[in-house]
């Protein structure tokens, strides 16, 4: 994945977050408001660990943060659990059966680029419609979905998808990601 070397990336430094994905859910959080202290997590696509760092300070000590990623973590704490594993090859159940239910899901999962804006679209989706089928699954009632797509003429369908199983579902765009990056993000409440 393409490093930009911006504003936000130095600030991720200097905070002590290996990525600048960071800001993209604490903006989220800070208009949202639904990572509380106490929650279980389940963060899908975590590498490098931004947001698993980001989510576990807010859930804090009575909170847990479960990360899966086909790569390493470089943040770790006493309240998160790493995970390798292909998100298109999991067993949903295998999580409820080990944590239990989950509060909030979130999925930063992006595919490889490959620099044809279609298929990166579609592959995208996939990779969201696989988190939105185990947030489906592990989500407690009125439990939280937050999963990044890649713009693109699925999108306006996969929105509708979601919205048959959470109250609402909104799009959102944080400042923090590039005006020409195609990602945006869908904010899922309230699992029916
Ligand atoms: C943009 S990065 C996530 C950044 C992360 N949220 C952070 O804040 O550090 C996207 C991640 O999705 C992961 N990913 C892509 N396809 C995946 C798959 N099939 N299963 C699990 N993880 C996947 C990649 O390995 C990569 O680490």
Same mark, same amino acid.
């Given at each position: ?25 604490? #903006?989220?959080? %800070?208009? $949202? ?6 929650? =279980? +997590? *389940?963060d899908l696509?975590a590498?490098?660990? /931004? ?15 479960i990360a899966l990623d ?13 995970m390798?594993a292909?998100v298109?090859?999991? #067993?949903?159940? %295998?999580? $409820? ?6 509060? =909030? +899901? *979130? ?6 680029? /490959? ?53 609402? +579902? ?23």
């Amino acid at each position: 994945m393409k490093k930009v070397k911006d504003h936000y990336f130095y600030k991720a430094k200097k905070e002590g977050y290996p990525a600048r994905s960071i800001y993209k859910l604490k #903006e989220a959080n %800070e208009k $949202y408001r639904f990572l509380r202290p106490g929650m =279980v +997590v *389940l963060d899908l696509g975590a590498a490098p660990g /931004s947001w698993t760092k980001y989510a576990s300070k807010v859930v804090g000590r009575q909170g847990r943060v479960i990360a899966l990623d086909l790569h390493g973590l470089k943040v770790n704490a006493p309240n998160i659990k790493y995970m390798k594993a292909d998100v298109l090859g999991v #067993e949903p159940g %295998e999580f $409820y059966q080990r944590f239990g239910r989950f509060q =909030v +899901v *979130l999925s930063d999962m992006a595919p490889r680029t /490959s620099g044809r804006k279609d298929l990166d679209h579609y592959r995208s989706i996939e990779l969201a419609r696989s988190a939105l089928h185990i947030a489906i699954q592990v989500l407690e009632p009125g439990g939280i979905f937050f999963c990044k797509v890649f713009e693109g003429e699925d999108l306006p369908g996969f929105r509708k998808e979601i919205g048959a199983y959470f109250r609402s +579902v909104r799009l959102f765009k944080p400042k923090s990601s590039r005006t020409e990056s195609v990602e945006k993000f869908l904010y899922c409440q309230g699992r029916e």
